[in-house]
């Protein structure tokens, strides 16, 4: 089974408007985090925003906000006031054991390809 | 504090011949996962590394490849006897430690070519 399901291939958003990017995970472990990711077409990674399994506010970093719902297991990141230099693929990924046992590595999901129109 | 890096960050190799990628961890940062990502995908681990230790290496591919992170210098993946499969942006990320929310800084990428 799939940790990170990331159901969008691809969305389209109007400039200026607010767009979700879905995510839903898989884990038994308790103590996880959660991460999202921009991927430009020049090819880095840009940390966006974290947030734990423990944190009782849904984290916020700028124009980028994540919707937590732990029962769910969705953690999907709202973007406001879309701008065309959003236009990027977007990974969800997961860290899990962080009470303990875990090696730290990162499991990503396969991403989403954003596009503003103008 | 500069960032992570990488070098090279594009690599031409033709089948059979060695690939080695470089990455120096930002500034305080001790611990080293190196990821691929295959065209269309997303990032997959590789291996783990701290100072002259290897920590994790369930995915990285049993033959042809290793990686290290001497007490001096970067960290170095290498592939030896490269294909066409290998073919891959390979990406570098530090941490200042293993658990807890540290958040994982990727480098800009290595683009291997294989042809």
């Known amino acids: 089974a799939q940790k990170i399901t990331q159901t969008q291939p691809g969305m389209f958003v109007q400039e200026k408007e607010a767009v979700t990017l879905d995510c839903t995970y898989d884990?038994?472990?308790?103590?996880?985090?959660l991460f999202w990711y921009k991927q430009p077409s020049s090819g880095e990674m840009i940390f966006l925003i974290y947030q734990g399994s423990y944190d009782q506010q849904n984290a916020t970093e700028g124009r980028y906000s994540l919707n937590f719902q732990k029962a769910r297991k969705s953690a999907n990141l709202v973007i406001s006031a879309s701008q065309l230099g959003d236009s990027a693929m977007y990974f969800c990924a997961m860290r899990e054991g962080f009470s303990g046992g875990s090696q730290g590595n990162l499991i990503f999901g396969k991403g989403t390809k954003l596009s503003v129109k103008p | 504090n500069a960032g992570v890096m990488q070098n090279p960050r594009h690599l031409v190799r033709r089948r059979g011949q060695e690939a080695r990628l470089r990455c120096s961890p930002m500034k305080g940062h001790s611990h080293v996962y190196w990821y691929r990502q295959l065209p269309e995908e997303g990032l997959k681990f590789m291996v783990y590394l701290q100072k002259e230790n290897i920590i994790d290496e369930s995915g990285m591919p049993k033959e042809r490849f290793s990686a290290e992170f001497p007490k001096e210098g970067p960290s170095i993946l290498r592939i030896q006897q490269v294909v066409r499969g290998d073919s891959a942006a390979y990406f570098c990320a530090s941490s200042p430690q293993r658990q807890g929310p540290d958040t994982q800084y990727f480098g800009p990428g290595t683009r291997l070519t294989v042809l």
């Open positions: 884990t038994s472990d308790p103590s996880y985090g």
